[in-house]
């Protein structure tokens, strides 16, 4: 059993930064693939990044290339999305996710969700 609790969401102007975090419960925490997902008012919820256990690997969504950066420390058993040059339509819930596969996790099939966190970005 994993649980998640994502930090880190605001207001932001357009152009800057946000670093979010989630924090994940369970002993296997280093055996996961995490991920990011977000969703926009009266839209479906869309894939963001992940990341594989040992962080070897990451996948972005294309909206997000050059300017999200996914990371983990197992340590800290924590995962975080570094967000830059935010844009307006970046405005979401953003909810981690966790899986022991990364392509289950990638097409939104994972098992575990945190609750999310809303991130505004102003124009």
């Known amino acids: 059993q994993v649980q998640l609790v994502e930090s880190g969401g605001g207001l932001v102007q357009a152009g800057g930064s946000l670093r979010l975090s989630c924090a994940a419960s369970?002993?296997?925490?280093?055996?996961?693939?995490m991920g990011w997902f977000r969703q926009a008012p009266g839209k479906e919820r869309e894939f963001v990044a992940a990341?594989?256990?040992?962080?070897?690997?990451?996948y972005y969504a294309d909206s997000v290339k050059g300017r999200f950066t996914i990371s983990r420390d197992n340590a800290k058993n924590t995962v975080y999305l570094q967000m830059n040059s935010l844009k307006p339509e970046d405005t979401a819930v953003y909810s981690c996710?966790?899986?022991?596969?990364?392509?289950?996790?990638?097409?939104?099939?994972?098992?575990?969700w945190g609750q999310g966190t809303q991130v505004t970005v102003s124009s």
């Open positions: 369970g002993r296997t925490f280093s055996s996961y693939a």
């Open positions: 996710a966790a899986d022991s596969s990364p392509f289950r996790l990638r097409i939104g099939r994972n098992d575990y």
């Open positions: 990341i594989t256990w040992s962080g070897g690997i990451t």
